[in-house]
């Protein structure tokens, strides 16, 4: 399966190009007084306000520093409400485009937005698991507007 393959930490994760819509370049967000854990800001795309998540930091990690190949994955994220919300992922250090084994059995699990281990020639690879990513109390806060 192709993916996008980007560091967390030192770390190799994998996020499906069938759930990318964009990938953009990174920029200036809005903070989000009071946010919950892992929310870098907010972002102005053509108009549409658009909450972004630090990957780096929800990982339990501090975030990066922005640097050359930083960048902004924009995901229809599924929500709790049966509908899909714009949702921006901040991914410090993306390597590129891989083709990734998508067939592997779930292994160790650390975080709930983190799926099924694999491995290639490079090294192991954690999936990220795209509706697992943000729970319903965060959801409810981020895509208050749609609820």
């Keep these: 399966m192709r993916a996008l393959v980007f560091l967390i930490g ?24 009071a946010a919950p ?7 102005n795309l053509h108009g549409a306000v658009v909450p972004v998540l630090d990957l780096e930091r929800m990982a339990g ?10 960048r902004i994955l924009l995901v229809d994220y599924p929500g709790a409400d049966g509908r899909l919300h714009l949702l921006g992922l901040r991914a410090a250090h993306v390597l590129g485009i891989e083709e990734v084994d998508g067939s592997a059995p779930a292994g160790v699990q650390a975080a709930a937005f983190l799926g099924p281990v694999t491995h290639d020639d490079s090294g192991l690879i954690h999936w990220i698991a795209l509706p ?16």
């Design 61 to 70: 990690l501090p975030p990066a520093a922005p640097c050359f190949d930083t």
């Design 10 to 33: 030192g770390g190799r994760y994998a996020l499906a190009l069938s759930a990318l819509r964009r990938v953009l370049p990174v920029m200036a967000l809005q903070p989000l007084p």
């Design 37 to 43: 854990e892992g929310v870098a800001g907010l972002m």
């Design 132 to 147: 697992q990513l943000i729970s319903p109390q965060v959801q409810a806060a981020l895509f208050a507007e749609a609820a």
